[in-house]
């Protein structure tokens, strides 16, 4: 029997198509890339209770109505992929925080995988910073209060918003490109939470 040290392990996040396909249940319409993007910017900002206000945004109360014949079954249908869903983004938000709080200081953009075609990759990379710039928003950030360092990051990530997707094709050049990017808003993403966030804790 093994030995057990009473610890109790955290559930495995989603990988990006798992999560994407359990998105399907938030009235939001970006999908796991995003939703990411968004966490990261509540975390980078040390937001007051950033998880539960991240799962109020994705995941927002419904009140179920007696109007629907058959209703009930759909309702509880609903409840469950709801459920199933929250439980996803929770171990997410969990890995999530144990990267950044980790000795390796982290911010991971959960993007789509190798298997998907360059420009879905670039797509997935788009949202994410959109979601980030979104997370920012919600608490209410002013770019002008961020310090010159971060204020440049801001800036650098709306400007990416602004990358023309259209006619991508996956040539090497490209892939060193894209790889460079995902490379800079991680360590962007990092810099924000060290300024604003991390500074209290690390």
Same mark, same amino acid.
């Given at each position: ?15 990006h198509d798992?999560?994407?396909?359990l998105l ?45 014949? #058959?209703? /009930?079954? +759909? @309702?509880?249908?609903? $409840? ?8 996803? =983004?929770?171990?997410? !938000?969990?890995?999530?925080?144990? #990267?950044? /709080?980790? +000795? @390796?200081?982290?911010? $991971? ?8 075609? =360059?420009?879905?990759? !670039? ?40 990358m023309d ?38």
């Open positions: 029997m093994p030995f057990s040290t009473g610890e109790t392990v955290p559930p495995k996040p989603p990988d798992t999560l994407e396909r399907t249940v938030s009235p939001l319409s970006g999908g796991a890339a995003e939703a990411h993007g968004i966490y990261c910017g509540l975390v980078a900002v040390d937001a007051p209770e950033s998880e539960a206000r991240w799962l109020a945004e994705l995941l927002p109360e419904t009140t179920a109505t007696d109007d629907d014949p #058959g209703g /009930e079954d +759909a @309702a509880g249908a609903t $409840d469950q992929s709801v459920q199933e869903c929250r439980d996803a =983004l929770s171990a997410l !938000a969990a890995a999530t925080r144990a #990267g950044v /709080e980790g +000795a @390796a200081m982290s911010m $991971d953009p959960l993007l789509p995988g190798a298997e998907h075609s =360059l420009r879905e990759r !670039a797509v997935g990379v788009h949202d994410w910073i959109r979601g980030f710039l979104f997370g920012l928003g919600l608490v209410g950030v002013d770019a002008r209060t961020l310090s010159p360092q971060n204020r440049e990051v801001f800036d650098d990530f709306v400007e990416l918003t602004r997707l259209n006619d991508l094709d996956d040539s090497q050049a490209n892939e060193e490109a894209l790889t460079e990017i995902i490379e800079f808003i991680r360590v962007a993403a990092m810099l924000v939470y060290e300024d604003r966030g991390g500074r209290r804790t690390h």
